[in-house]
């Protein structure tokens, strides 16, 4: 009964340096998010997958790249990690219905 | 403009009090709208979804006004558990699943 499983749960990064946030759902969704929450500015779509093998563009997909590695797995890569980029990630998936089932997300931080 | 707009709060309620707080959005062909509940440093969680029609889910009743582009919940005899931030989230129309959500109103109960 795993749902969204995010790894890790907490990161610093040194400015410059990259990584990869991984995602994982086990509800056999279609379509997976990746959004960034910062104080006062609720969830920020940064990238969706429709399905296996798409991609789009959210709100801020500025310095991330993602990859829909097959139906369960969705992940987000900073290439070049910046203290702009500190925040909280939630991966998420949703139902035919609309409704979005988040991970336990991953606290960020770039110094 | 924000797209969803609410009242940041925090709302202090005593226990066993009634409140409610109202969420507005910006695009007139919004078609879903949800609360979704979320626990300090936590993910956000569906807390029930809003008809038309209104509805109610045991102490919570959620409604949507679309002439005047704003959906509101209702918590009875609140709990001391009741206390979270809650989120309003609208999709969009031309979405096939992306959300926008509101930065949130935070409720707090008080013994």
């Known amino acids: 009964n795993a749902g969204v499983t995010q790894t890790p749960k907490f990161q610093v990064l040194k400015t410059g340096q990259s990584m990869t946030l991984q995602c994982a759902q086990d509800?056999?969704?279609?379509?997976m998010y990746w959004y960034r929450q910062d104080p006062g500015m609720g969830l920020r779509l940064i990238y969706y997958s429709a399905s296996e093998g798409t991609t789009d563009k959210g709100e801020v997909p500025n310095g991330y790249n993602v990859s829909r590695l097959n139906k369960r797995e969705f992940s987000l890569r900073l290439e070049s990690a910046a203290p702009s980029q500190t925040s909280v990630y939630f991966c998420?998936?949703?139902?035919?219905?609309?409704?979005?089932?988040f991970g336990a997300g991953t606290r960020l931080s770039v110094l | 403009r924000k797209e969803v707009e609410q009242d940041p709060g925090p709302f202090n309620v005593p226990e066993g009090a009634t409140v409610a707080f109202n969420c507005t959005y910006s695009n007139s062909a919004s078609q879903s709208f949800f609360w979704y509940r979320q626990d300090c440093r936590k993910e956000p969680k569906l807390l029930m979804s809003?008809?038309?029609s209104g509805n109610e889910d045991g102490r919570f009743t959620a409604q949507l006004n679309r002439a005047s582009q704003y959906i509101s919940l209702l918590i009875r005899d609140s709990k001391l558990s009741d206390s979270a931030t809650y989120l309003c989230?609208?999709?969009?129309?031309?979405?096939?699943?992306?959300?926008?959500f509101g930065a949130g109103t935070q409720v707090v109960v008080t013994p």
């Open positions: 509800m056999n969704h279609n379509s």
């Open positions: 809003v008809y038309s």
């Open positions: 989230v609208v999709t969009l129309t031309d979405s096939w699943g992306k959300l926008q």
């Open positions: 998420a998936s949703s139902d035919p219905v609309n409704i979005q089932y």
